[in-house]
């Protein structure tokens, strides 16, 4: 691509000499167009877009600094080359600021321009690549991103990315809020009375028209955007703040009918959508599960869960976020989490009764037993009607809260426990299993698809859990046994290199060199000559 060139003087030979040394020296590489004053100048670069611009200092009616200083609002890449008949540093203090990048004092000769402008023609093809290159990227961006936003949403729905997971997708997707809330959309042929019609085959056409669907919730919202689910799509938007005022509330449903309204006319279809409220990105499940709510109990085309008080309603300063994230840890098992969210929910019922009473004692109780019932549903515990016979007196019997919370903690750390040994052991035995068919089919195909279905779980799950047993994913650990024995038989047998690659698993012995010096950094004969370089 040509450099386009701006040459901005009113004497006609000095515009004359320019065009002449740029033409004789860089003949295929510019364009070049002139103007004899300041307003000439800005008139022309605003249509001619140049990368380069020659510009006199003194001329009649716009100087040169007032031209560039208008040029430089519209085009922020420009370089400008100054020309004066005065001594520079009177302009270049008064031009610092103007990006320029050098003055030629007249008269000019030719080497001094053809140096100047091969400088520059440099910078200008730098920043082209440059922005080629930012061009392509964004557009493989564009492309990637879909995919990427519908990873973060299932990511929340299905619970199953930890926090760090969660925090890769936000970076990737460049959000940097503390708060975030669901929003489920749905389609259908007609609205009457708060239910859409025919929603199966009103989904199956939304699939068609999906990236405009997609554009027009971003671009009103800025949320993560999921697939479409049968007639669903859930959207996940950013908030800086987690308190939410009615009027924000109202603004939020006047702005998501609008953009309702936008869809029916652009799509034809009908719409309704359901809003959660503002929650931490840890707890946004529970957002959406009140936007699903609220999209099925919704009589309008938009409803906020507040406006139905969906989901259970607490006193002002009950701890939520203390009580989630307490039986969160006791879901997974994490019994120091526990233990601390256990001391923080005592804290506060400690500072929210005058000494110790029965309320108190009874939502410890709710608590125990609603922690032993997680433990009991993922068997973890045998569940025997005898067991708690004790729970009521002992609870009664308990006078201060430092012995309530100490036999809270007890309880809530047992429960605690039995599901991390219960999370443990089956992580154990699928892995076990899953060593004793790689040792027997050592030299078989042992693809993670194919022991993943011998031990009946999923091919992610099983890598998953090798993971966490072995401390590497499930090829490296497989392919560490394989290299192990071909070592073993280079050392120790007189069989050839072919019969070893068969035996260790491979079918091809290119490859399986590559494999094996990548591995301990030589290769199998030159391990067996005694170049044993990991050793």
């Known amino acids: 691509m040509m450099a386009k060139i701006l040459i901005c003087d009113d004497e006609g030979i000095v515009q004359e000499s320019l065009k002449f040394i740029i033409r004789k020296g860089f003949e295929n590489e510019c364009e070049i167009e002139s103007a004899k004053n300041g307003r000439a100048a800005i008139e022309l670069a605003e249509a001619f877009r140049p990368d380069i611009i020659f510009m006199d200092i003194q001329m009649p009616g716009i100087n040169g600094i007032e031209a560039m200083k208008e040029i430089r609002r519209e085009n922020k890449n420009v370089i400008f080359i100054v020309i004066t008949a005065y001594d520079k540093f009177e302009y270049s203090q008064r031009s610092i600021d103007l990006g320029v990048m050098s003055y030629l004092t007249k008269p000019i000769g030719k080497d001094t321009v053809t140096e100047v402008l091969r400088k520059a023609l440099v910078r200008v093809k730098e920043r082209k690549a440059k922005a080629k290159y930012d061009l392509e990227v964004k557009e493989k961006m564009e492309a990637v991103i879909p995919i990427i936003e519908s990873g973060f949403v299932y990511s929340v729905l299905l619970e199953e990315a930890g926090e760090e997971e969660q925090t890769i997708y936000r970076g990737l997707l460049d959000i940097e809020t503390a708060y975030g809330y669901a929003m489920v959309l749905e389609c259908g042929d007609e609205l009457r009375k708060g239910v859409l019609a025919n929603t199966v085959g009103s989904g199956i056409r939304l699939q068609k028209h999906y990236m405009i669907f997609r554009e027009i919730i971003k671009e009103t919202t800025g949320g993560a955007v999921g697939a479409l689910m049968a007639n669903k799509v859930i959207v996940l938007v950013p908030c800086e703040n987690k308190e939410e005022s009615y009027d924000e509330r109202v603004q939020k449903i006047d702005t998501i009918r609008a953009v309702l309204r936008k869809l029916e006319q652009q799509i034809e279809m009908k719409f309704k959508a359901g809003i959660g409220l503002v929650k931490p990105w840890s707890t946004v499940i ?122 809270f903690i007890e309880k809530m750390s047992a429960a605690c426990r039995h599901v991390s040994m219960k999370q443990q052991e089956k992580t154990d035995n699928v892995v076990e299993k899953a060593v004793v068919y790689i040792k027997e089919h050592f030299s078989g195909d042992l693809s993670l698809e194919t022991v993943a279905q011998h031990v009946n779980i999923s091919p992610y799950y099983l890598s998953k859990l090798f993971k966490e047993a072995e401390g590497v994913n499930y090829i490296e650990y497989v392919t560490k046994l394989r290299i192990e024995y071909a070592k073993q038989k280079l050392g120790n047998s007189g069989k050839s290199i072919k019969e070893i690659c068969h035996e260790s698993g491979y079918s091809d012995p290119n490859y399986f060199s590559r494999i094996f010096k990548k591995w301990t950094g030589v290769t199998p004969t030159e391990y067996r000559e005694g170049g044993r370089a990991d050793e």
């Open 286 to 407: 529970e957002s959406y599960k009140e936007s699903l709510e609220a999209v099925r109990q919704g009589v309008g085309k938009v409803t906020h869960a507040k406006d139905l008080s969906v989901g259970c309603i607490y006193e002002g300063n009950y701890p939520i976020e203390v009580e989630k994230e307490l039986f969160a840890a006791v879901s997974r098992g994490d019994e120091q989490r526990m233990r601390k969210m256990c001391v923080a929910f005592m804290e506060w019922m400690r500072g929210s009764t005058e000494g110790l009473n029965n309320v108190a004692r009874l939502k410890v109780m709710e608590f125990v037993l609603f922690a032993e019932r997680t433990a009991y549903l993922q068997g973890a515990m045998v569940y025997r009607l005898e067991a708690r016979s004790g729970y009521l007196d002992m609870i009664i019997s308990l006078q201060t809260y430092e012995e309530l919370k100490v036999w």
